[in-house]
Nanobody, 126 residues
Framework: QLQLVESGGGLVQPGGSLRLSCAASGFSLDYYAIAWFRQAPGKEREGVSCISKSGTITDYTESVKGRVTISRDNAKNTVYLQMNSLKPEDTAVYYC???????????????????WGQGTQVTVSS
């Protein structure tokens, strides 16, 4: 069973920071593009960020640019999502997803990723 496990979510005040982690088991993330998605109650799932297999290509949805950074540590088989200056509208369940894309130098927030984690709750509230 190939699994992705998210961690690092929690309750944070507006303006605060969180670092989400996505740890893989059963396969090496070296060969997978990774994306973070989020879904708030009553809202559609939204792509937040993605990173290519090479780690050199990243993408972010416009609403988080400048506040969010995606990175990967292949030695730890983990991808991170550093979130700063958090806003109440960032409140959602955050999911990581992986896919063995053909290109090592691309990622796509509109791609239908194959592997998904169970999610971690992020709540931004005063």
């Amino acid at each position: 069973q190939l699994q992705l496990v998210e961690s690092g979510g929690g309750l944070v005040q507006p303006g605060g920071s969180l670092r989400l982690s996505c740890a893989a088991s059963g396969f090496s993330l070296d060969y997978y593009a990774i994306a973070w998605f989020r879904q708030a109650p009553g809202k559609e799932r939204e792509g937040v960020s993605c990173i290519s297999k090479s780690g050199t290509i990243t993408d972010y949805t416009e609403s988080v640019k400048g506040r969010v950074t995606i990175s990967r540590d292949n030695a730890k088989n983990t991808v991170y999502l550093q979130m700063n200056s958090l806003k109440p509208e960032d409140t959602a369940v955050y999911y990581c997803a992986a896919d063995h894309m053909g290109s090592s130098y691309m990622c796509d927030l509109q791609y239908d990723y194959f592997y998904w984690g169970q999610g971690t709750q992020v709540t931004v509230s005063s």
